[in-house]
């Protein structure tokens, strides 16, 4: 009998929080969330499993991040106004990142005040906290709905294609099994080889977008972010697309007039 089994990642909801949030680049509310470990058979698991660590997911742009409970006064059970979560979670907020909201304060007033090397770390660290979620991504072997849609697609032109093409022109038929086997796979491949990218604008660089909207980086500010991360081998660094990512900002600042 064949049994599946092995470790599977377990997250259990602890509460909310507020904190800062570098995506958004002020204070925001959090979900707060405990990560473990655990064992699986046929992947149900038993328990909260090993700690592994704690995350905070931002209510407003969704990015999940590191997290540590002991800097919190308390934690809300449920969400709260910021202020209100600010007071009863985290009322030191200001004084903690006091030197970070002078920082964000200088950038929403003359961002191109700031020196090339504040910048330019202004600008990659975004690129660093996402960098995580996209070695996950392209680390896992995963479909999107595309790609599923095309294998659908794919088998229904094989296994109805021929059949059609026998009833007109049966002299041909093997012919047009081979064809449209060829054209399904095509149509496989071609879809697939686009998810990656897809991902990257769905995902990644509305975020990306968010964060770096108050430093109006520039075409070439943003290469040496890429290039930093290219040779230090994130895969940001060759699945992000910069005119994916100045297309998708110039489109928000379109919309936004």
């Not at 997290?67 to 106004?81: G, M, R």
Request: a positive charge; proline letters at 5%; charged letters at 25%.
């Amino acid at each position: 009998m064949f049994i599946v089994w092995g470790k599977k990642v377990v997250r259990r909801k602890l509460g909310h929080v507020a904190d800062f949030c570098p995506i958004c680049r002020t204070p925001q509310g959090f979900a707060l969330t405990r990560v473990g470990v655990a064992n699986h058979v046929y992947y149900v698991t038993s328990g909260d499993g090993e700690l592994a660590g704690f995350e905070r997911t931002c209510h407003e742009c969704g990015t999940s991040m590191q997290a540590e409970p002991t800097h919190y006064a308390s934690i809300a059970k449920k969400p709260l106004p910021l202020a209100e979560l600010r007071r009863e979670t985290f009322p030191q907020l200001e004084a903690a990142w006091r030197d970070r909201l002078e920082l964000e304060a200088r950038v929403r007033a003359a961002p191109r005040s700031l020196s090339a090397e504040d910048r330019h770390a202004l600008i990659r660290s975004p690129f660093l906290l996402l960098s995580p979620k996209v070695e996950k991504r392209f680390n896992e072997n995963q479909i999107d709905k595309q790609t599923g849609l095309a294998m659908l697609g794919a088998i229904l032109l094989i296994s109805f294609g021929p059949a059609l093409v026998e009833r007109v022109l049966p002299s041909v038929v093997d012919t047009a099994w081979l064809v449209f086997l060829a054209a399904g796979l095509g149509l496989i491949v071609w879809v697939g080889l686009g998810s990656g990218r897809r991902y990257m604008r769905r995902e990644v660089i509305p975020q990306l977008a968010k964060a770096l909207r108050p430093l109006r980086p520039t075409a070439d500010e943003i290469k040496a972010v890429l290039a930093e991360m290219k040779q230090l081998r994130h895969k940001m660094g060759s699945k992000l697309k910069v005119d994916d990512l100045i297309a998708y900002a110039r489109a928000e600042a379109g919309s936004a007039k």
